[in-house]
Each structure stands twice: as C-alpha cells, then as structure tokens.
C-alpha cells in the first residue's frame, strides 16, 4: 500500500470523488496546526497500480477544476449544500466516546473552545457563495504553501529492487527495517527535505 498525504494552508472542505478511480480510499480534512489553518487531501492505494507522483498530480488538478466546480454553483445548490452541513453539524453524537474526544481534543491543543460546533453553524448561517469563491481563490493563488507527502509500502509487491538483493539475508518484516529511503522523484518541480533542522 501507499499513502499520499497532501495539506494546503487554508481551510476547507471538498469532494474528491474524480479522484476515487486511483485508490482505495479518498477523504479531505480540515487540519488546525499549532493555529495554522490547512485542508488536507489524503489518498490511499495500491502502490503497484499507480505512482504516488501521479496521484500528487491528479490532487493538483482537482483542486484547479474545483474553482469552477463552486462558481457554476447555483444559488439553490450552495444554499442545499450549506444546510446539509449545518444538519450534519447538529447531530447528536452517537457515542459518548465521540463527545469525550472532541472535548479532550479542545484541551488538548489549548483552545477550549467547547462550543465550537455552536460557533461553526453560525458561521455557516452567514456565509454566501461570492465568500467562498474569493476564499478559494485567494488560498488558491501563487502564493499558496503546500506540503506533499507521500509513503510509499516496502517489498516485492512496491517494485523495490533492493528487497530481492536482502531477502535471503534477513526477512522483510516491518521489524527489521531501521531506516527511511528516500525515493528518487520522477521530477524536478520540488524541494526534498532530509534534515528538518537544516530546512528550517
């Protein structure tokens, strides 16, 4: 299996259905790090159908066409999506685990905001399409920050030449493996970071 793991500074929430025909799993998430705001596209699939830089690209590509996908929106649509939102927001938690966690999580990060689901169907009462286009398009624009991560499974089954080479020295158990390896990037538009310290 590989994962890729994508976040764009902003916040938002989106369909990525196009990109089902690639993996087994597509789901966005709202991500609030240490108070930066993100949406995050995560795709999980197999590793031996499809290169996770495609899959990098694919995201990218999605993301372009969204745009339009929210400025064709028609006034009854965006309004029916709004209040659906703001349905799903007022469920009561089926679980009381849920409850636990989400007031744990406020702790957690130290914003002990209890009431947030509260504060967020107010806000979405307030919102109009013409916000979220101009949102979307100002967290879209060139100045945009985006992190790509992408994991990639270890053996036979990830084309991974080396494994062959070791397989009859020690077994290919997640529990002998001790290290990272870096793969090689089928192209040049990015930065790969080893050493945080020395990035940052």
Same mark, same amino acid.
Not at 24 to 30: E, G, I, L, S, T
Not at 75 to 88: G, H, P
């Given at each position: 299996?590989?994962?890729?793991?994508?976040?764009?500074?902003?916040?938002?929430?989106?369909?990525?259905?196009?990109?089902?025909?690639?993996?087994?799993?597509?789901?966005?998430?709202?991500?609030?790090?240490?108070?930066?705001?993100?949406?995050?596209?995560?795709?999980?699939?197999?590793?031996?159908?499809?290169?996770?830089?495609?899959?990098?690209?694919?995201?990218?590509?999605?993301?372009?066409?969204?745009?339009?996908?929210?400025?064709?929106?028609?006034?009854?649509?965006?309004? !029916?999506?709004?209040? #659906?939102? +703001?349905?799903?927001? /007022?469920?009561?938690? *089926?679980?009381?685990? =849920?409850?636990?966690?989400?007031?744990?999580?406020?702790?957690?990060?130290?914003?002990?905001?209890?009431?947030?689901?509260?504060?967020?169907?107010?806000?979405?009462?307030?919102?109009?399409?013409?916000?979220?286009?101009?949102?979307?398009?100002?967290?879209?624009?060139?100045?945009?920050?985006?992190?790509?991560?992408?994991?990639?499974?270890?053996?036979?089954?990830?084309?991974?030449?080396?494994?062959?080479?070791?397989?009859?020295?020690? !077994?290919?158990?997640? #529990?002998? +493996?001790?290290?990272? /390896?870096?793969?090689? *990037?089928?192209?040049? =538009?990015?930065?790969?970071?080893?050493?945080?310290?020395?990035?940052?």
């Amino acid at each position: 299996m590989a994962c890729k793991w994508r976040c764009n500074c902003s916040c938002g929430m989106t369909s990525v259905s196009p990109l089902h025909f690639l993996s087994y799993h597509v789901y966005p998430a709202c991500v609030n790090t240490s108070g930066i705001l993100g949406f995050c596209v995560t795709v999980a699939m197999q590793a031996t159908k499809n290169n996770s830089e495609l899959v990098d690209k694919e995201i990218e590509e999605f993301l372009s066409c969204f745009k339009e996908k929210i400025r064709c929106l028609t006034r009854e649509a965006f309004n !029916s999506k709004v209040t #659906a939102l +703001i349905k799903l927001k /007022k469920c009561k938690y *089926s679980h009381l685990g =849920d409850e636990v966690e989400r007031n744990r999580n406020e702790v957690v990060t130290q914003q002990y905001r209890f009431d947030r689901l509260a504060r967020e169907i107010e806000a979405l009462k307030s919102v109009t399409k013409s916000d979220l286009v101009s949102w979307y398009q100002t967290h879209r624009s060139s100045t945009k920050k985006v992190l790509s991560i992408h994991v990639v499974g270890f053996g036979k089954h990830e084309r991974d030449a080396e494994v062959t080479a070791v397989s009859g020295a020690q !077994s290919s158990s997640s #529990a002998n +493996i001790t290290h990272l /390896k870096f793969l090689p *990037s089928l192209t040049d =538009d990015f930065t790969c970071i080893k050493d945080i310290k020395a990035f940052t």
